[in-house]
């Protein structure tokens, strides 16, 4: 409401009602001009009501909202369903145009804010999540996979020879399809085995680059955030080498943001070596639905060069959802998501530590890797062949999810590549082990909850030595396959 | 409710009440079925309240919204605002697997029926809208650009050695950027004038094949809806040289879905010769928010590999969108939708002609462009140089969106390739012009504020000898660059 | 948005743009200004995103909803779900204070506006449906009973020795029994049948007033919306009567905005005689859900004496679903449902007629009635005792609504009056029959099918002489009882 | 989903993920399942996603949600606006009949479960939170003051020649007036000074009744929630006194639910002598909107009488957000606010007692009284006559909503009484003071705040001599009047 219809109101209620409403609508005010100023996600969450009306006053700037609008164009965001149109707070024309991702749309100078503002939001949080120095980023409504691919083609234009791709192997297929989608040859390098835990093969690395020489190398391309026992790529020391080789560095920061550790390995990596890109999913480092990525650099030009790659305009919906999320938890809120998830890490680690000894297993040791753990099967392996895999089938009628079985000896064929022991990122890994995650989100209640029916799972599957089956496993009742990206 | 509480329900009100009620109930479920078993597009659109219950349904179904689930992996569909929670119906988990965006999930059965509904629906819309011999499609949370660079990619892998795209000229940057991310070198065939038409020049484009050698071309990548006076590409000839050479063929049919002339296109070109894919725009053809496309084509598994080839799960927004726009409407909504499109193109045509002979300008014959139409500005060009581009600025703040006004003579590089003529798809187009389209949604209110308004500008630049400055046109005010997807 | 704001996004996106949202958002402005300016329903629907900024803005003004506020009162518009936070748009307070249902709360503002506009829009409304020197209106979140209650408990400060309150017939019992809870004694006056239609008996009224003396009849409680074949009251020769005797008269108005007839039999009433307060439902002529009425009159201290006379804040429900209603109608949206309501009359009194006559039955001649129609079911009475009341059943079953069946000779006590022939609003009306309605918001197919399963049954019926039992009207199957308020 | 579905969806994916997804349905319908066996609050309140699929499962069963219905009644169920269909989960038929707000609609079985559910889980919450052998209730959509009209009215039946009301004075518009609408005489009851407490004159009372004769007092109306220094009433002994004289006794319990004490004390009361009926607020007790109040009695005849005393069908509005809210919470989300209630009210007692002593002032001993605090201003009034109702303006500018300052004598006349000392609750307090409560909902941030901003007003206004006048407090500033109902 502008002045002049307040005044308006001052004759229908007391002015003085009146001035004091439009008093508290200046608070919202001031904390809109303060993230328009600042570009910065505010340190205490906004609450719902200042989220809508600053939605609202987006959507009314955009020509589709425009009272006297009239359209004869093929794109003039009309909406049939009114359920729809309420979905996007009426913002329908989406993010970018046709030349790049980040540019303003002439129609739609609300969607544009908000495309613009939610990179500026995400790019302080990556700040304050520990990567000080990031110069640049975009949301982008593609998943993490999709989003490595564009970065991939888009070093193909500078490095147009090149034809491999050095990966430290990781057993998910999406990174790997990452690769192939954009038409080139992952070049895997095998982690070494170090106590329990699967660390980067640095010479193995060193080798492969001489083997194929550095101008035919697109990148290196490594990863944080993984599943125990394998731990995030030594990022420091690959960052020096692709300096050294002048070979371009993309990290898979995947749900990386949530860990201090993670990303201190890419600030350090930047900061001793090269790191040209980091990609992170939307969904798993900020509770929003699946479907977006955070392409981010420390060279701004090198990332708009990516933004410009993307051709047309693209959805505004991520970035609706990582908008609104961070306005409502405030950087604070988020702060206090990362450090609950860090106790309930130590929690589920002592948790799952007493279980394992409980039934003759144990925890693995794999300090490196600050999100996920592992148990060892060994003893549910000697029970009976099937029971790994049981466990799993058990686990996830159970509904226990997100917790994997990984049993030995696995044989997959992804794209050509024949991968052995896949899923447990090593040939031939010592032991069978199961899979529990502390990430973003997690209660200590789903902790204790898991704990206990893992518990229970286990007494049935050797008490039946293995001949355990719960009558709700029926044959067609698949293992929940290996939970990627 | 199930029988069992509605028998409850019947001790607290009467029973008779009660069945009647559950009667009611099973009303919604034989739609709900009836869409599950024959996976089509309703005839009758459904109501609001049908819609969101089976959503509801949906979401209850996946692992997020069980009551009694715990989470332990990285991926567990917490959200942690409510307002994005709710923009999704708690349906979190996205599209796909890692392994392809088709695929279903074990921890979302819900979201995974989304998924194959909305490809079902859309296939049957499809086949209704004229092309009534595709075998498959998908919709992909990609706008039309980034959706034919997967066409591309997936091509790759089947031509390894090809590297350049055949591409008869329109000048719509995204279409252009399309090929390049994907890494090729676009070959442009520029078009012939026939009487005001450009359309495509088909000696040409055998003569580049021969020139490259068929097993170096990745394709020939064709468009159908375009700007006036550009007409849809001759598919048939094009799909017929591209069998005779065993070249695969891509379509962008960006808007083209709305308009049966370009459906007829693509399937009599599948019927006498070869398309492999055509791609369309799914907020372009179904008034839904922007940032999805279906890949569609004849060949199921061809389809498929491209659906494998999307790395990662994908955002469900676009898919939900389509699909609750499509219930609520039904096909005979959506025919509705086209008839009146065609009706209100004929009325276009009419004013536009008229308004032209009043300014002594002409209303470009171009029989074969079914949905946009240009009107010469020769008249206002001799007033003055400024003023072709002066009056696309008076449209532009008197709220005419999508109206473009195409001036001679501009040249822009894109990607490195020089266009000259930019924006009018040829060298040197006889007379600079203006375009307005008969989109679907339209009103005739639209057609009838923009001659209206088109009008008062011309007649404005007229007196004004070209001098004329309306006092909102300052100079910061840019001409809305041309509309590109 | 305020200015400062929209510089500051000027500097992120092109100002120019920025500057077409800010005029854009200045529509909006204006239109709500407008509102606020002359207080009455815009001759144009707005658009949803108008209404729901502009409830926006209401609700920033009420202090539940300020940033900064602490309360330590006992009542502070805290609401425990965010569900029904949302419901209310935020606005929580209500309306009204303990002394007025019309006072402004200073603790909000928002919902005190909305209040005051409320009323005044409808205010207008109720002028441009025919009463236009009604001088003042209030809605209240009570049903028309109730508020007819209230009008009563007012009156009795005026006329604290009167007992009475003279009534013309109308079977529906809210009616009744408004009069009974505010502890007054009906005295019910029998209609005079005229050709088939029931009409007020004035002389009986006079007869009555005389009898009981003036001073002690409270006042007289006439009727214009009711089921055929009774008809509006002659509201003129009461109001006359009223004004003679010095007598208040209160007219229960149902559902009579919707009727032109209606309108003008009040406006003449209170023009040439007496009417004090007139009352009409919510729901029955807005289309809003049900629960709330206004009450209207031509003396503005009167209406105030009732609005004060509510003790206590109340529900803003009601008011905020009728101001939603009417600002996204408009005044040309209301005028149309109102005009489409008139043509379906005709319509389904000619499908009826039509309809009758095939059956051997007949359309009764009520044309004084604008709403309600009634067709006589002689014959159908004359095949079997209980075919009647059968043909009640079976409409149920069929999922026709608000169809009443009418038999002869039911008799009712209604707190402790003994109602002869009740629901024919006669001791004995010369046949039983079956009503029907055209009520606003009704559609011809609505009519189409009725007619359709009304046929089906009649047919049924008579095959069966009576003795028809279709499989889905067990015993447990009421009738639908008579549709009161 | 039923069973027929669930198998199709089994088609399309795996069925063992559909499987899962059903029996997940299963664990929503228990809860429902639950709710209906037992009328009960549940334990552990419902997830957002079960409490809209049972509102949505309600709607289902109302008839304007019939896929197949067609209306030609005067009340179908028709909403114009989708805004306003979608408040109401489309549950449009409001409660309630005609002949009574607690009986089942024909047309509207979903309404009428709404209703009867509603009831009975607020029934369960009464009990729990005291009052363990109260005997029913009603949800009606009308504030308390018109509510204990409600009750004076049925009463009116019983004693057809009592005109006298019996009440002990409470400084509260909204109960007065609640007898003067009913059209009784209050006999206004003087309260007696115990140290700091006003407290029932219970020996005035029994005067009264002999005075005026027990045949002639329609009841008595006491209050247990109030300000302080007044208490609750002596329930045990006024219940004692009706019982001697069969007199009805109803009591105010406004905001009593959310005080063990005052519900005990009610509790007491029927124990030891008579209450007929009990009243209280729902937006004060359970934090939903203004607009709904609970009438509930020992004796379910006489509840029912108050209900079939209502004329008319009644918004649904009130029972929808209180049964959302209770669902939503359970008994232990309830429980757990009741609890932290009563810290709050500990911290705002100590807090305001360190406060006071700090000005020179005192906290009131009012230990009767378990929510609302006073403290003494002698200080502030001996330092300027206007500092005292200075204060409460300073506050209302300052956000402190709730805060009520009360001068010495004023004197104000209501419908014709006149209360000197008006707002104190006595004739001649003994001192001016501020009221601070601790209703459900306050956070401790709330207390912490205003004792902040109260302690920076009161220097103000010592420094300035009572001369202070905040800028912001200009002459049209009213102070906030009491916070009455």
């Known amino acids: ?32 001009r303060r993230l328009l100023e600042q570009g910065k996600c505010p340190e205490e969450g906004w609450s719902e009501s200042t989220v809508e009306l600053f939605l609202n006053e987006l959507a009314v700037m955009d020509s589709n909202n425009f009272l006297g609008n009239c359209g ?24 970018g145009r046709s030349g790049d991702i980040a540019a303003v749309q002439p129609k739609a100078a609300g969607s544009s804010l908000l495309n613009k503002l939610t990179n500026s939001v995400v790019l302080d949080i990556l700040k304050i999540s520990g990567v000080r120095s990031v110069a640049s980023c975009f949301v982008v409504p593609m998943a993490t996979g999709m989003s ?31 690769m192939i989608t954009a038409g080139f040859e992952p070049v895997v390098v095998e982690n070494v085995l170090e106590g329990d835990e699967l660390r980067t093969d ?86 929003v639905p699946v479907g977006g990525a955070i392409i981010a650099g420390f060279d701004e030009s090198f990332v708009q060069e990516i933004s410009k790659m993307y051709p047309g305009r693209a959805s505004a919906s991520p970035s609706l959802d990582v908008l609104i999320t961070l306005l409502t938890l405030g950087a604070s809120g988020y702060k206090k998501y990362l450090s609950e998830r860090k106790e309930i890490y130590s929690f589920l680690a002592q948790e799952l530590k007493t279980l394992a000894s409980a039934h003759g297993e144990r925890l693995l040791h ?28 058990m686990l996830f009628t159970r509904q226990v ?79 929940e396959a290996p939970d990627e990206e």
Chains 1, 2, 3, 4 share one sequence.
């Open 148 to 178: 490595l691919t564009l970065c991939f083609l888009t070093l193909r234009h500078r490095r147009p020879r090149a034809q491999y791709i050095i990966w430290p192997r990781i057993d998910q297929k999406s990174c790997f399809k990452s």
């Open 366 to 393: 794999t300090p490196h890797n600050p999100i996920s753990l592992a148990m060892s099967l060994d003893g549910l392996q000697a029970s009976s062949d099937q029971a790994v895999t049981q466990l799993g089938s």
């Open 72 to 95: 004869v164009g093929e794109r003039e965001g009309r909406v049939a369903s009114s359920l729809v149109a309420r979905r996007y707070y009426r913002l329908i024309h989406g993010i």
């Open 202 to 287: 640095l010479e193995a690395v060193e080798r492969k680059i001489e083997e194929l020489g550095a101008e035919n190398v697109l990148c290196v391309h490594s990863t944080t955030s993984c599943f125990a026992p394998r731990v995030p790529d030594r990022l420091e020391e690959l960052a020096a080498t692709c300096a050294k080789h002048e070979i371009p560095h993309i990290v898979n920061n995947a749900y990386g943001v949530q860990s201090s550790k993670c990303m201190h390995l890419i600030q350090q990596g930047a900061r001793v070596g090269r790191i040209d890109a980091f990609v992170q999913s939307l969904d798993k480092n900020f509770m």
């Open 1 to 32: 409401m502008n002045g002049e219809n307040f005044t308006l109101c001052g004759k229908m209620v007391a002015p003085s009602y009146v001035r004091q409403g439009s008093q508290a609508r200046r608070g919202h005010e001031q904390l809109i």
């Open 401 to 479: 999810s997100g917790a994997r079985v990984i049993p030995l000896g696995r044989e997959q064929v992804v794209n050509g590549h024949t991968f052995r022991g896949f899923m447990s990122h090593a040939e031939s890994y010592p032991c069978p082990y199961l899979n529990a995650a502390s990430a973003i989100g997690i209660t200590r209640e789903d902790v204790t909850l898991c704990m206990k029916r893992l518990d229970r799972c286990l007494r049935t599957l050797k008490k039946d030595g293995g001949a355990a089956r719960s009558c709700s496993t029926g044959p067609d009742v698949d293992q």
